[in-house]
């Protein structure tokens, strides 16, 4: 019998809204996290593998992994749709009120 090799997918500097929705589609589509990391956006060798009292300039960081790697794009594809769905509204949000014109 073979030998399973784990494929892995780091995903860096996730909005801390959607962490959550990240851990829930990894698990849900047979996927491990190894690694959950916050890491200083100001310093590079401050990194907690918990999320500090104070989180505010840290990055979060996941290392996803799988022994099929179709289960990590297919989560990268996600992901990736999310943030663009999310860039788009508030983009919709950013666009000025059409003033009322009368012909």
Known sequence: MGKFKNKYLEIKNINRDIVEWVENIAEENNC????????????????Y??????????????????????????IKYLYNEKINTIEYLNSCIKIPAIKNYSL
């Open 49 to 74: 593998d918990y999320e500090p009292f104070c989180s505010d300039g840290f990055e979060i960081n996941l290392l996803i992994s799988s022994i099929d790697i179709s289960y990590l794009n297919f």
């Open 32 to 47: 491990r996290i190894e690694r959950k990391e916050w890491k200083s956006k100001y310093n590079s060798y401050v990194v």
